[in-house]
């Protein structure tokens, strides 16, 4: 699977930003797909992320209600709506997808990642 992600910049804070993802390749075995966010010296974190099957979507708590994933199969992409940004919601946006392949080897895929910086 290789992913693209698209739709970083400057903002300010309060406003509102959108992150697409575009997936290309056999999505054969992948469970989930996500993003995750990570600043200098800091591990990357969880955002937000979306089941294959159902669409479940999960979120970290200092998101929930601002950032909305969502996925379009007929587009291959993914987006992450990202609503009343905050200068502490600034890092580099990774895209993820995750899952087992033949024999349960784990698959795990990450985008090259998009820069979103949020002023106060």
């Known amino acids: 699977v290789r992913l693209a992600e698209s739709g970083g910049g400057l903002v300010r804070a309060g406003d509102s930003l959108t992150l697409s993802c575009e997936y290309s390749?056999?999505?054969?075995?992948?469970?989930?797909m996500g993003w995750y966010r990570q600043t200098p010296g800091t591990q990357r974190e969880r955002v937000a992320s979306i089941t294959t099957g159902g669409g479940t979507t999960t979120y970290a708590e200092s998101v929930k209600g601002r950032f909305t994933v969502s996925r379009d199969d007929s587009k291959n992409t993914m987006t992450l709506q990202m609503l009343n940004l905050k200068p502490e919601d600034t890092a580099v946006y990774y895209c993820?997808?995750?899952?087992?392949?033949?024999?349960?080897?784990?698959?795990?895929?990450w985008g090259q990642g998009t820069q979103v910086t949020v002023s106060s």
């Open positions: 390749g056999s999505t054969i075995g992948i469970l989930a």
């Open positions: 993820n997808a995750w899952g087992y392949g033949p024999l349960k080897t784990e698959l795990d895929y």
